[in-house]
């Protein structure tokens, strides 16, 4: 019973265009949403995070938009770098869950020149 | 200097050993996780600690036990290891819920690749 879904396991966008992360939540208990990136033998990164009072979060090229009736919510990056290219994992958690994270399976983002 | 070290990276053993990982971080904070990403991908957490006190237990076998001997150590130790047990297991750190602060930033290792054969 996965509480949190990255239906695309993959996606590939041409460097300079944006791209678009989705991810899905069942559960309507998480208050706060984050974003990891993942490089091959490294450990996840924390890129950015939205709490459920807010539906947009800006940190440069990262955009995160929460759409809570829908249980959704998707990772902007504009304008798209070579560097960009990694593992997304969409994560959610609640202030009542002892900190425990739940994370989805991960998008893998392929920029190309 | 590596913020969260976790060894050894790699470790292929056999069906029925014992074997253990271990975990370090060094950014003072008090909350330290065990996190398994098997076959499909998925990061689920095993174990949670909070200054050397267990806080969460994912319903993991009992062959798998951490241990954590002060605040800046996390191991792992698996008893009888199974062929499911090939994962990449992650260690991470976080710093404590903090009345209205939550920011729920963990920050992970770079994973230990378990190969049961």
């Known amino acids: 019973d996965q509480q949190v879904k990255q239906n695309s396991p993959s996606l590939s966008v041409q460097e300079g265009r944006i791209s678009i992360l989705n991810c899905d939540y069942t559960?309507?208990?998480?208050?706060?949403f984050l974003w990891y990136k993942k490089y091959p033998a490294e450990g996840p990164t924390f890129l950015i995070s939205?709490?459920?009072?807010?539906d947009k979060n800006e940190d440069g090229r990262f955009t995160v938009f929460l759409n809570k009736s829908a249980k959704h919510l998707s990772l902007h990056i504009v304008p798209s770098q070579p560097g960009d290219s990694a593992v997304y994992f969409c994560?959610?958690?609640?202030?009542?869950?002892?900190?425990?994270?739940?994370f989805g399976q991960g998008t893998r983002l392929t920029i190309n020149p | 200097d590596t913020a969260v070290s976790q060894t050894p990276k790699y470790l292929v053993t056999q069906m029925g050993n014992d074997k253990s990982i271990k975990c370090e971080q060094n950014?003072?904070?008090?909350?330290m996780y065990w996190y398994k990403q098997d076959s499909k991908k998925f990061l689920k957490i095993m174990f949670s600690?909070?200054?050397?006190?267990?806080?969460i237990n994912e319903t993991v076998p009992n062959r798998f036990s951490p241990k954590s001997p002060d605040k800046a150590h996390l191991n792992l130790h698996i008893n009888s290891l199974e062929l499911g047990d090939s994962a990449v297991y992650f260690c991470?750190?976080?710093?404590?819920?903090?009345?209205?602060?939550?920011?729920?930033?963990?920050?992970f290792g770079e994973g230990s690749r378990l190969t049961v054969l």
């Open positions: 991470a750190s976080s710093l404590p819920t903090s009345g209205a602060v939550v920011t729920g930033e963990l920050f």
């Open positions: 559960n309507s208990m998480f208050d706060y």
């Open positions: 939205i709490s459920s009072i807010k």
């Open positions: 994560a959610a958690g609640s202030i009542w869950g002892a900190q425990k994270l739940v």
């Open positions: 950014l003072g904070h008090d909350t």
């Open positions: 600690y909070n200054n050397k006190e267990l806080i």
